[in-house]
Nanobody, 123 residues
Framework: VQLQASGGGLVQAGESLRLSCSDSKRTSSNNGVGWFRQAPGKEREFVASISWNGGNTLYQDNVQGRFTISRDRAKNTVYPQMDSLKPEDTAVYYC?????????????????WGQGTLVTVSS
């Protein structure tokens, strides 16, 4: 598995970004995928996840209703659409491939990690 996260950038509060996570080796199509984020000085935290077929999704309470995760299995890519961004969403965002076909909230559920993409939300 080789994960490439992209789509980060600088936006103003209230604006949107769509991140993407692609698996160039196309070996994770039967696995769940999750997104985590890490703000400066804080622990890496769960953001959202999606099961292998997109049928199950999970969200952190703070992003529920603002973020939507989806996946395109043909492109082996997972997209978190992030709307109504807030300054507290500023962090490096990481995607990760689950050890199973589903994707939980814990870091231990994940086997492979991408390199991260920086999202900065200004007030």
């Amino acid at each position: 598995v080789q994960l490439q996260a992209s789509g980060g950038g600088l936006v103003q509060a209230g604006e949107s970004l769509r991140l993407s996570c692609s698996d160039s080796k196309r070996t994770s199509s039967n696995n769940g995928v999750g997104w985590f984020r890490q703000a400066p000085g804080k622990e890496r935290e769960f953001v959202a996840s999606i099961s292998w077929n997109g049928g199950n999704t999970l969200y952190q309470d703070n992003v529920q209703g603002r973020f939507t995760i989806s996946r395109d299995r043909a492109k082996n890519t997972v997209y978190p659409q992030m709307d109504s961004l807030k300054p507290e969403d500023t962090a490096v965002y990481y995607c990760a491939v689950s050890r199973s076909s589903y994707a939980g909230r814990g870091r231990a559920d994940y086997r492979y990690w991408g390199q991260g993409t920086l999202v900065t939300v200004s007030s």
